[in-house]
């Protein structure tokens, strides 16, 4: 790589083999590429673990049993063994200034070689005692090498290829080497790296690989983390402004009779956050661009009744709604509020001498019978049907819509991006349907701004007034127990009704079933704690219409109390409802926990939830008392995000992008909103990044193919 030609860009630097390196062959080359690393940007991607500083290492004299430390000391002698099982035994002794130490290595015959006479290591590791000496077993072993810097970076290696962090450090150093003549290109506007107190891209490569200091090490993660996430909110605002611009859709009136009417008609007063909400989404629905909008929103914060407003508007500019739901159940819940709620309303129809018919809604589910089925399917294709409400089955093969003007999508078990761009694709012909997207319980700022960055964003965070806290309790113990069952009883002896939920178990619907049924059982059995109230069994095995069935008789109070699994854990409705119990609540994620209680405390009736059983794990009990001290689920959102890190936040929709190797949505949430800013202001500035081709083009190198598909295809 001679001088004078450009820096390296990373597309230069994921065209270079890592054959290229020196010392490398064909075995390491294919061990390196079991890691996914192929060409020197993967290599130079391959970040540090963690970083040995060394003015904190430790003498062997001061070793202590079972303390985590690490000393650099010289080899004395090593040899190999098999051991009677067959298994490769290297030991070593190694000593400091200080004193002496043994080193056994089980399987890992590659260190004899490594371990050689008079060879300074860097040994991390817990002593223990065995006969008499102190020994270490399996420690990390680095060689120094000519790496004598104070900070000493430490790589993931895989016991699978054989590789060494000393091995990766060698290949590392090597390729930063070798791009010193050209230097490596900083894709970023030349002043932002300063403004944002931030190194350079080369010098944050070569600070992260080889550090002289651990500032220098946390300064470069600082500026590559920066560097993933500016990448993705380019993309995303990117995203949500090529869909403004480059889609076209429906311009629906705005304020129509029928919203007017509904929201007259409704037996309570909006809340300001609702009143809000629906006014953005009226405004966005106006526009003749397609709206792209999450709605956020406490468990009971309403948020069905601004999708509903949403729906209307379509049908009142006389186009199609449909509201796709996570679960049967749900589905069919929301169906019934529509028809309570709308059932006597009529749209207007030319064709008709009144020149209105009655609005007409349909359930699409998958377990409806063949004939209905058709029915709905048919009334969809010719325009007779203005409101859908399904699960999947509306986005199946062959369903044709006459007009889809609306899409909500109610997103408790987060449907991808590829669900939504199929049922937007069901819209009129050229034109795309405006899309409301819910999520069932409130996600942290910086997660949603990473994981829906690409949508508007509108917040309930206002509860209707008059409602009650829930008295959140834990019962760990059976004493505790017998007291939630009394407390059962004397809800129902005043006219109230009850959930209890079982868990799920293993993903094993059976077992998930019969602890339900046995739940059922035990409870409302004679000698039962709940013997003699009316109580009803609901599991996914019940066929839909006896689900149906049961669920009507709860909601009709012909049942006191409901055992089920989690098919009722989003957002069924029964106000009368005012006790949640949920066995061995430690199974359950907070959201889900917040969800299921959300499900009382509907009405102005004192309400309380029991968390039934021990934790088994210090996260579980993290997650029980965090519950137990909030009922705000913006908060509880944050506690999670704490607990579970991103992974199950990110989900579905993150599978398979992997660009952010550094960057934490719990750790670096102000880098979050850094990242979200700086990004909007290049765009403002320079829509198509045509000005910041080294930024536009790393983003093409990096981000999912798929997401920039969806790109191409809107
Ligand atoms: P979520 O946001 O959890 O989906 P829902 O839309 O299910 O909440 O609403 C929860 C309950 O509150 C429903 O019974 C609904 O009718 C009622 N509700 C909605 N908005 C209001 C309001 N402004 N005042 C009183 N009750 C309301
Ligand atoms: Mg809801």
Known sequence: MPAGDPPLSFRDLDAIGVERLKNLGPKRVAALAELE?????????????????????ARI???????????????????????????????AVVSDDTGRLKLVFFNQPWLEQSLSVGRTVVLHGRPSRYQ????????????????????????????????????????VANALDRCEARGIADPLPAELPARLKLPDRHAALAGIHRPETMAESSRARQRLMFDELLRLQLRLVQRKRWLERNTAGLSHPSGGE????????LPFRLTDAQQRAISVIAEDLAKPHPMHRLLQGDVGAGKTVVAL???????????????????????????????????????PDESRLTATRPLRMELLTASLGAAERRSAAQGLECGQVDIVVGTHALISEGLQYRSLGVVVIDEQHRFGVEQRAVLRARGPRSVTPDLLVMTATPIPRTAAMTVYGDLDMSTLDELPAGRVRIATSWARGPLEEAQVWAAVRA????????????????????????????TFKRLSGEGGELAGLRVGLLHGRIPSVQKEATMSLFRDHQLDVLVSTTVIEVGVDVANATVMVVMDAGRFGIAQLHQLRGRVGRAQFASSCYLVGEAATPEAEARLRALVDSDDGFHLAEVDLDLRGEGTIMGERQKGRNDLRLASLRRDKEWVEKAREIAVEILDDDPDLSRHPALA???ELLLDERESEFLLKG
Not at 140 to 163: F, M, N
Not at 258 to 265: A, E, I, M, P
């Open 37 to 57: 690393i192929r060409s020197v940007l993967d290599l130079l991607q391959h970040y540090p673990r963690r970083y040995l500083d060394r003015t904190r290492q």
């Open 61 to 91: 004299a001061d070793l202590a049993i079972d303390e985590e430390v690490f000393v650099v000391a010289c080899v004395e002698r090593s040899a190999s063994r098999r051991t009677r099982r067959r298994r490769t035994l290297v030991e």
């Open 132 to 171: 008499g000496a102190l020994q270490m077993t399996n420690p990390v072993v680095d060689l120094v090498g000519d790496r004598t810097g104070r900070v000493i970076a430490v790589y993931p290696q895989s016991e699978k290829t054989g590789l060494r962090t000393w091995q990766i450090a060698d290949h």
């Open 258 to 265: 029928l919203v007017d009417r509904f929201v007259s008609g």
């Open 309 to 347: 407003c949403a729906l209307l508007a379509a049908v009142q500019g006389g186009h199609q709604g449909a509201l796709m739901a996570p679960t049967e159940v749900l589905a069919e819940q929301h169906h019934q509020t529509m028809v309570k709620l709308l059932g006597d309303f009529s749209v």
């Open 491 to 518: 809800a129902v002896a005043e006219g109230r009704q009850a959930y209890v939920v079982c868990p799920l178990i293993e993903d094993s619907e059976a077992l998930d079933v019969s602890s339900a049924a046995q």
């Open 697 to 699: 083009d790393e983003m």
